[in-house]
DNA sequence: ATCGGCTCGCGCAA
DNA sequence: TGCGCGAAGCCGAT
């Protein structure tokens, strides 16, 4: 495994302990984990088992039950494939850095993987100043390691796009899997901790248990890797071509997978690269998987501010001030907004099409946040609405993805277009561009028979239903 | 149907 | 210092 994905994270040695605690957080699976690689390997040296722990935190930002059985269904396949492995994983719900601290008394060290997240950052250097033990951070979300791509915040996809295609070569390989030498499912620790398949998801008292269960998406890295291979063999091939068109819903899937770590990108791009697929849909997806992504990485990693319209660059935030007064066509509430009660078919489509499979077609996510954006009286109020719905109803929000997907239609990452009224030189969409290139009618019929085939009823729906019968 | 211009700033070439 | 060019677009001219 290459260095640059370890950081030791305090300056503390290994001690005596009954275990190597892996502190499992953004990469829940068994397979292509560095994290889990790297520890598995440190246990064998000191020949010691392998623990590891998932804290199930309660008060995450913004998680709610959508998440949850995502989460916890992850878990569950996790723990499974793990024991195949003679690994145990137990799970306690908790605040993760107290937990952390708890069982690193009984450790000879601690490893977790990596996240660019706020919490994810202060969670971990929190842990690491407060463990006795060696801490260790291995980065297993990105192919090639963010710090290594760039020590700096990248302007643009073009700035970013030669330095990673430079180390490729280094970071794209596979990872082997270590056998274990002992095993810790014997292992007796003192508490309550339990299985993934032992637990209710009514424990959790506090969340927002309004945003029902995904009927469309089940978690588990088995079922991640079912949809990368299916999409492989079926959808792949014309990807380049077929995947900005809403009406088809030609896309991978994987992204909530990814969010939730139940797949590797660098897994997800040796699969791909070693299918017969056309070079030019190889191309495509793997530049939105590897470049794109790790883009927003990126982004979260050296802007502090990504989940607020201070991140924006200097000439967005400039030409959009500018337009502070311009008159708006429409204003809608967040309750309109939240309800799909707008006066526009395909927005109103694309929202409920989050809110019903917890995801919102790629192409459509842009007009989505360009709207929200002309429909509100100011952007920054645009911006957190975009953020509060996003982060709400997908799976793969709260995501670095989802922080740059949002800030890319305020202008992040992007360039300059014609000025006009509202978005100043913010490249703007309309429905007119939507209905000249895509059959958007089919679009709005497909979420329309979404809705109504998982029992979600809303007076936008009916308007919907009769806009598609027309 | 296709094409150029719009508009800004990064980063490479010179 | 100059210049090419960039995630997904729009619009008007041809």
């Given at each position: 495994m290459q260095n640059e994905r370890i950081k030791k994270l305090n300056s503390n040695n290994p001690l005596e302990g009954d275990y190597i605690?892996?502190?499992?957080?953004?990469?829940?699976?068994?397979?292509?984990?560095?994290?889990?690689?790297?520890?598995?390997?440190?246990?064998?040296?000191?020949?010691k088992p392998l623990l590891a722990f998932f804290a199930i935190y309660g008060r995450y930002p913004e998680a709610n039950l959508r998440h949850f059985?995502?989460?916890?269904?992850?878990?569950?396949?996790?723990?499974?494939?793990?024991?195949?492995?003679?690994?145990?994983?137990?799970?306690?719900?908790?605040?993760?850095?107290?937990?952390i601290v708890k069982l690193s008394q009984k450790a000879c060290a601690v490893v977790t993987d990596r996240g660019y997240l706020r919490i994810q950052k202060e969670w971990r250097k929190s842990a690491a100043e407060k463990v006795k033990c060696a801490f260790y951070q291995v980065e297993s979300e990105a192919v090639v390691p963010v710090n290594e791509a760039s020590g700096k915040e990248e302007f643009a996809a073009r700035t970013l796009r030669p330095k990673i295609h430079k180390k490729l070569d280094k970071y794209l390989i596979t990872l082997p899997q270590g056998k274990v030498g002992a095993s810790s499912l014997g292992l007796k620790i003192s508490g309550e901790y339990f299985a993934p398949a032992d637990f209710n998801i009514s424990q959790l008292n506090n969340i927002d248990k309004?945003?029902?269960k995904s009927p469309r998406f089940t978690g588990g890295e088995t079922r991640a890797l079912e949809t990368?291979?299916?999409?492989?063999?079926?959808?792949?091939?014309?990807?380049?071509?077929?995947?900005?068109?809403?009406?088809?819903?030609?896309?991978?899937?994987?992204?909530?997978?990814?969010?939730?770590?139940?797949?590797?990108?660098?897994?997800?791009?040796?699969?791909?690269?070693?299918?017969?697929?056309?070079?030019a849909a190889k191309e495509k997806f793997l530049e939105e998987l590897i470049v794109r992504r790790e883009l927003s990485f990126?982004?979260?990693?050296?802007?502090?501010?990504?989940?607020?319209?201070?991140?924006?660059?200097?000439?967005?935030?400039?030409?959009?001030?500018g337009r502070a007064i311009d008159k708006r066509p429409y204003i809608y509430e967040m309750d309109d907004f939240e309800k799909a009660r707008t006066h526009d078919h395909c927005w109103n489509a694309a929202q409920l099409e989050m809110i019903v499979t917890g995801k919102m077609h790629n192409y459509m996510r842009m007009y989505w946040g360009k709207k929200i954006i002309e429909w509100t009286p100011n952007?920054?109020?645009?911006?957190?609405?975009?953020?509060?719905?996003?982060?709400?109803?997908?799976?793969?929000?709260?995501?670095?993805?989802?922080?740059?997907?949002?800030?890319?239609?305020f202008g992040k990452h992007d360039r300059p277009w014609t000025r006009r009224p509202v978005f100043g030189s913010i490249r703007y969409m309309n429905e007119a561009g939507l209905k000249r290139k895509f059959d958007m009618e089919s679009y709005i019929q497909r979420v329309a028979k979404l809705c109504s085939d998982n029992n979600y009823e809303l007076d936008s729906l009916t308007h919907l239903m009769e806009k598609s019968n027309e």
């Amino acid at each position: 495994m290459q260095n640059e994905r370890i950081k030791k994270l305090n300056s503390n040695n290994p001690l005596e302990g009954d275990y190597i605690l892996y502190w499992m957080q953004a990469s829940v699976r068994s397979e292509y984990n560095h994290a889990l690689e790297f520890a598995i390997n440190l246990a064998n040296e000191l020949k010691k088992p392998l623990l590891a722990f998932f804290a199930i935190y309660g008060r995450y930002p913004e998680a709610n039950l959508r998440h949850f059985h995502f989460l916890l269904e992850g878990l569950d396949d996790t723990e499974k494939l793990l024991e195949k492995r003679k690994i145990k994983l137990v799970c306690r719900i908790c605040d993760p850095v107290n937990e952390i601290v708890k069982l690193s008394q009984k450790a000879c060290a601690v490893v977790t993987d990596r996240g660019y997240l706020r919490i994810q950052k202060e969670w971990r250097k929190s842990a690491a100043e407060k463990v006795k033990c060696a801490f260790y951070q291995v980065e297993s979300e990105a192919v090639v390691p963010v710090n290594e791509a760039s020590g700096k915040e990248e302007f643009a996809a073009r700035t970013l796009r030669p330095k990673i295609h430079k180390k490729l070569d280094k970071y794209l390989i596979t990872l082997p899997q270590g056998k274990v030498g002992a095993s810790s499912l014997g292992l007796k620790i003192s508490g309550e901790y339990f299985a993934p398949a032992d637990f209710n998801i009514s424990q959790l008292n506090n969340i927002d248990k309004t945003v029902f269960k995904s009927p469309r998406f089940t978690g588990g890295e088995t079922r991640a890797l079912e949809t990368v291979k299916d999409f492989i063999e079926t959808r792949l091939h014309n990807y380049d071509s077929m995947r900005n068109d809403p009406a088809l819903n030609h896309l991978s899937h994987i992204s909530p997978y990814l969010h939730f770590g139940q797949i590797s990108p660098v897994h997800i791009a040796l699969l791909i690269k070693n299918s017969d697929a056309p070079a030019a849909a190889k191309e495509k997806f793997l530049e939105e998987l590897i470049v794109r992504r790790e883009l927003s990485f990126n982004f979260c990693e050296y802007n502090d501010k990504y989940d607020s319209h201070e991140s924006l660059p200097e000439w967005a935030v400039q030409t959009l001030e500018g337009r502070a007064i311009d008159k708006r066509p429409y204003i809608y509430e967040m309750d309109d907004f939240e309800k799909a009660r707008t006066h526009d078919h395909c927005w109103n489509a694309a929202q409920l099409e989050m809110i019903v499979t917890g995801k919102m077609h790629n192409y459509m996510r842009m007009y989505w946040g360009k709207k929200i954006i002309e429909w509100t009286p100011n952007y920054k109020e645009a911006y957190k609405t975009a953020i509060y719905l996003n982060n709400k109803y997908s799976l793969d929000g709260r995501d670095p993805n989802s922080f740059a997907g949002v800030a890319w239609c305020f202008g992040k990452h992007d360039r300059p277009w014609t000025r006009r009224p509202v978005f100043g030189s913010i490249r703007y969409m309309n429905e007119a561009g939507l209905k000249r290139k895509f059959d958007m009618e089919s679009y709005i019929q497909r979420v329309a028979k979404l809705c109504s085939d998982n029992n979600y009823e809303l007076d936008s729906l009916t308007h919907l239903m009769e806009k598609s019968n027309e």
